[in-house]
C-alpha cells in the first residue's frame, strides 16, 4: 500500500507537506489549520447535539405533538444524510472539501434560519381532539432532511482534513483529537441549552435560535481554514479498478 499511501499525501489539501520524522513538530501553518477545524468542529456539534438532546422535549411541551412525529421527522433526516454520504465525496472531488464542508454548514444554517421563520409564519400545527396532540409541523419534516443533507456533508469531509495533518504512524492520535472535539461538545452543549432553557424568559422556542448561533460560530471559524487546491485525482472505473485490465 506504500504507492497508495504516497499518492494519497502528495494530493492531502494541507499547507505544508507532513514531515514523517515524528520528533519534528507541525509546522505552524498545519497547527492553524488544525486548530480552526477542531474548533469548528466542536461548534457544529454544540449545535447538531443541542437540538439532538432537546428536540424529543420541544416536539412534547411545546409543540404538543406525538414522539411518533419526531421519530418519522428524525427518520426523514437519516435519509437526507444518507443521499449526502453517497454523493459529498463527488463533490469535494469537484470543489474541495474546504468548501463542500463550509456547503454543508451553510445548508445547515439556512434550514436552522428557515426553522425559526417558518416557527413564527406558521406557528404550531392544529389540535386534533380525536388524538389529544396537535398535527406535527409540516416544514420541520423539509427541514430535518434539508439539515441531515448538509451535515452529511460536512461529517463525510471534515474527518479526512484532519488525518491528513499527520503522518501514518500519527493517525490514532489526530483520531483522537477528532473525537475529542466532539465528545467534549457533546457533554458541554445538553448542560449549557438546558440551563438556558430554565432561564426566566426563556421557553422552547430558543431552540432554534440556540443552533443558529453555534451553527454561524462554527462557518465563520471554518472560514479561515486555508483552501489548498490539488491536483484531478484519476479514478479507475469497473474492471478497471479491480486490475482487469492487467494481464
Not at 468542529?41 to 424529543?56: A, V
Request: aromatic share 14%.
Amino acid at each position: 500500500m506504500a504507492p497508495e499511501i504516497a499518492e494519497g499525501e502528495k494530493q492531502a489539501a494541507i499547507v505544508d507537506s507532513v514531515e514523517h520524522d515524528d520528533e519534528k513538530p507541525m509546522s505552524k501553518a498545519n497547527k492553524l489549520m488544525l486548530f480552526l477545524i477542531l474548533g469548528a468542529e466542536f461548534f457544529w456539534f454544540m449545535s447538531d447535539n443541542g437540538i439532538g438532546t432537546f428536540m424529543l422535549n420541544y416536539s412534547r411541551n411545546y409543540l404538543g405533538t406525538s414522539s411518533a412525529s419526531n421519530m418519522i421527522m428524525t427518520i426523514i433526516g437519516g435519509v437526507g444524510s444518507v443521499v449526502g454520504f453517497g454523493i459529498g465525496g463527488f463533490i469535494a472531488a469537484k470543489i474541495g472539501r474546504k468548501w463542500t464542508v463550509t456547503s454543508g454548514l451553510i445548508l445547515s444554517l439556512l434550514g436552522l434560519i428557515l426553522w425559526l421563520i417558518c416557527e413564527f409564519a406558521f406557528g404550531k400545527g392544529t389540535y386534533n381532539a380525536s388524538t389529544g396532540y396537535f398535527s406535527f409541523p409540516w416544514y420541520l419534516y423539509l427541514i430535518w432532511g434539508f439539515k441531515g443533507f448538509g451535515m452529511s456533508l460536512v461529517h463525510l469531509n471534515s474527518f479526512p482534513m484532519v488525518v491528513e495533518l499527520c503522518s501514518k504512524k500519527k493517525v490514532g492520535q489526530f483520531t483522537g483529537y477528532y473525537y475529542m472535539a466532539s465528545m467534549g461538545a457533546q457533554t458541554v452543549t445538553p448542560v449549557l441549552l438546558g440551563l438556558l432553557l430554565r432561564a426566566e424568559g426563556i421557553d422552547w422556542s430558543f431552540l432554534p435560535i440556540y443552533a443558529i448561533i453555534a451553527t454561524s460560530i462554527s462557518l465563520t471559524i471554518f472560514l479561515f481554514v486555508k483552501n489548498v487546491k490539488t491536483t484531478k485525482t484519476g479514478f479507475k472505473k469497473g474492471l478497471e479498478g479491480l486490475g482487469a485490465d492487467e494481464d
